[in-house]
Nanobody, 113 residues
């Protein structure tokens, strides 16, 4: 079965930037929509950005204008560029296709001074 591996999380100061990557073990991103999700401590996992197979994107209001989702089908990788980070962006970030496959381990993003 396909495996998803997220990476790129780190500790960053407010206002900083990070780029997250999500690599799939086989080519699935070119034919499926893909979403980035996040889960903060004590909260439910939420969808923050999606990219359709055709390339159209959508964002949660909380990240609109700050985050950008993109996809490299040749590398079986999806990215999340995060700018102007805020403490409330602190969470474990996951990617998944729509419809979903087994979740990866996620990558921790911590925004703190």
């Amino acid at each position: 079965q396909v495996q998803l591996v997220e990476s790129g999380g780190d500790l960053v100061q407010p206002g900083g930037s990070l780029r997250l990557s999500c690599a799939a073990s086989r080519s699935i991103f070119s034919v499926n929509a893909v979403g980035w999700y996040r889960q903060a401590p004590g909260k439910q996992r939420e969808l923050v950005a999606t990219i359709a197979s055709g390339g159209s994107t959508n964002y949660a209001d909380s990240v609109k204008g700050r985050f950008t989702i993109s996809r490299d089908n040749a590398r079986n990788t999806v990215y999340l560029q995060m700018n102007s980070l805020k403490p409330e962006d602190t969470a474990v970030y996951y990617c998944n296709t729509i419809p979903r496959v087994p979740w990866g381990q996620g990558t921790q993003v911590t925004v703190s001074s």
